[in-house]
């Protein structure tokens, strides 16, 4: 199993990297994991090009890696860390040996990257810090793997 985490931009704060590399280090006994970074476009004057060339980034990596793609998006489906769990393992026993999570820039992403998933994911309605959501995503996906398997890090 290959999971994949396509994200906007660097995490810069220590703590953030520490906490990831954690869960990265943790996830080696379910599954591959890597985070593969996209430069930030950064154009603060004009919005649409910046999510234009973004997602356009974001449609060439996921071309390239193939898998199942869920995007996380605030206008998605919520579910249990217990759901995902359930949803995860659905995925990949229809044979996904890939899953992509795809974290957009700043300013969100395009329609396009939005219909080339096949699940839309909201962690919650608030807005939380990109660098912050990666930590709390990889740790979830830790949590949901170690559900299927029933480990004891979920209580």
């Known amino acids: 199993m290959n999971i994949n985490i396509v994200c ?19 996830m080696q006994s379910f599954a591959k994991m890597k985070v ?8 603060d004057n004009n919005r649409n090009i910046s999510i234009e060339k973004e997602s356009e980034d974001i449609l060439k990596t996921l071309e390239k890696l193939g898998g199942y793609n869920i995007l996380l998006d605030i ?16 995925i990949i026993v229809k044979g996904a040996s890939t899953i992509n ?22 962690f919650s309605k608030m807005t939380f810090p990109h660098q912050l959501m990666r930590l709390i995503l990889i ?17």
Do not use: T
């Open 139 to 155: 740790e979830q996906i830790y949590r949901w793997f170690s559900i299927i398997n029933n480990g004891k890090y979920h209580k």
């Open 101 to 122: 999570f795809i974290i957009g820039g700043s300013y969100g992403v395009s329609q396009k990257v939005r219909d080339s998933s096949h699940l839309r994911l909201s």
């Open 36 to 43: 593969v970074e996209l430069k930030e476009d950064g154009n």
């Open 8 to 26: 906007i931009g660097k995490v810069k704060d220590k703590y953030i990297i520490e906490g990831i590399n954690e869960f990265l280090k943790r």
């Open 75 to 90: 206008q998605g489906r919520s579910y249990s860390s217990e759901e995902m769990a359930n949803e995860v393992e659905k």
